[in-house]
């Protein structure tokens, strides 16, 4: 029983890892063990990161490409599993969120959304999960939202791409876990971050979310890192197609 949460000798490949919870995740998963592939379409962000990761005495390494790119994630996935080693673990976090009322949302920004938060899951996944089935063995994590089961102004494009990012993790374990791949997904609430810092600091926004929520506050990035670790280890190993949300009970709450 020891061992059951252990990452030990386990490659975790994270997308978008190099700040926000994607660098979080890093941090939290490599204290149990995992080495880490962090990825970030800027080289320098990514090495940045391998040495802040390293300072802390955890096994980084960068890995930079765009996950928007099929070619450069192709010829990213190979290298890494020829020349640092297999990809036990996928963690599908890379994403962006642009705020406009829709019916004056921007097409390319529309596009844009789409490309990194929903088609960039598809191919990153597609080229990790066709070495996995070889191996018969892999896991793969994708960061869902609540906007996977919710609407909220202004971010229609946002919600859109988690609610299929959602429809692909199922669809995925659908056809991938007779080949002993586990395909999760989390499900963050409302979390203190880089990309939530406006709304942080929004004295209405976060009133309302704190009487919605029955937490009653916002919630801290560390508390993602037990559902990372779960889903990541053997612990998890007949968990399949499950959006798991960590929110302080929001979902549920009317």
């Not at 962090?38 to 930079?64: C, F, H, M, S, Y």
């Not at 099929?70 to 996928?90: C, S, T």
């Not at 791949?181 to 499900?187: E, H, K, L, S, T």
Request: contains cysteine; charged residues 20%; proline residues 3%.
């Amino acid at each position: 029983m020891n061992d059951l949460f252990s990452l030990a000798d386990k490659n975790i490949l994270i997308t978008g890892a190099a700040q926000g919870i994607g660098y979080l995740l890093a941090t939290g998963l490599g204290r149990y063990g995992a080495r880490i592939i962090v990825n970030d379409i800027t080289p320098e962000r990514a090495e940045t990161a391998v040495t802040k990761l390293q300072q802390e005495g955890i096994k980084a390494i960068a890995a930079p490409f765009n996950v928007t790119h099929k070619q450069d994630i192709e010829a990213a996935v190979e290298h890494i599993e020829k020349d640092i080693g297999v990809i036990d673990v996928l963690i599908n976090n890379a994403g962006i969120q642009r705020r406009h009322p829709f019916t004056e949302f921007p097409e390319q920004e529309w596009n844009d959304v789409i490309a990194v938060n929903q088609t960039a899951v598809f191919l990153v996944s597609q080229a990790v999960t066709r070495r996995m089935v070889a191996r018969q063995a892999g896991k793969v994590i994708n960061i869902c939202s609540m906007q996977s089961e919710l609407g909220r102004d202004t971010i229609t494009p946002y919600a859109a791409s988690k609610g299929a990012v959602k429809m692909l993790t199922r669809g995925m374990c659908v056809e991938l876990a007779r080949h002993n791949i586990q395909v999760n997904g989390i499900a963050p609430g409302y979390f203190k971050t880089e990309m939530t810092k406006a709304l942080v600091e929004d004295e209405a926004f976060t009133s309302w979310l704190c009487k919605r929520t029955p937490a009653a506050r916002w919630g801290d990035p560390q508390e993602l890192i037990g559902a990372a670790v779960f889903l990541s280890s053997k612990a998890s190993d007949f968990v399949n197609g499950h959006l798991l949300f960590v929110d302080g009970g929001m979902l549920v709450a009317v």
